[in-house]
């Protein structure tokens, strides 16, 4: 059973940073994008930033200039650099990746961690 597991998140000041990662495991798979949503109260769950195997990336416009995301093909993980933090970034950061299973024939999923809190204070 493929799993996704965020760790990264916490409080830190307006201006700060924060780095978060998401790292998969169980069974045999390749990971064709991975990316970053998220979530805070009352609000829809919004994609802040996605990359493919690629390379290729895409940002949020709230979040471009300030965020980053990487892949790690070879580990199957990804870290979200977070600068200049605003409090307006204050949300739940899920990690999402859309797997092929290495099975004959493959199969697509679609997979999301459990959340992280990201709380950026004024």
């Known amino acids: 059973q493929v799993q996704l597991v965020e760790s990264g998140g916490g409080l830190v000041q307006a201006g700060g940073s924060l780095r978060l990662s998401c790292a998969t495991s169980?069974?045999?798979?390749?990971?064709?994008?991975m990316a970053w949503y998220r979530q805070a109260p009352g609000n829809l769950r919004e994609q802040v930033a996605t990359?493919?195997?690629?390379?290729?990336?895409n940002y949020a416009d709230s979040v471009k200039g300030r965020f980053t995301i990487s892949m790690d093909t070879a580990k199957k993980t990804t870290h979200l650099q977070m600068n200049s933090l605003k409090p307006e970034d204050t949300a739940v950061y899920y990690c999402?990746?859309?797997?092929?299973?290495?099975?004959?024939?493959?199969?697509?999923?679609?997979?999301w961690g459990q959340g992280t809190q990201v709380t950026v204070s004024s």
């Open positions: 999402y990746a859309a797997i092929i299973t290495l099975t004959m024939p493959p199969s697509r999923g679609d997979y």
């Open positions: 169980g069974g045999m798979f390749t990971v064709a994008v």
């Open positions: 990359i493919t195997t690629g390379g290729s990336t």
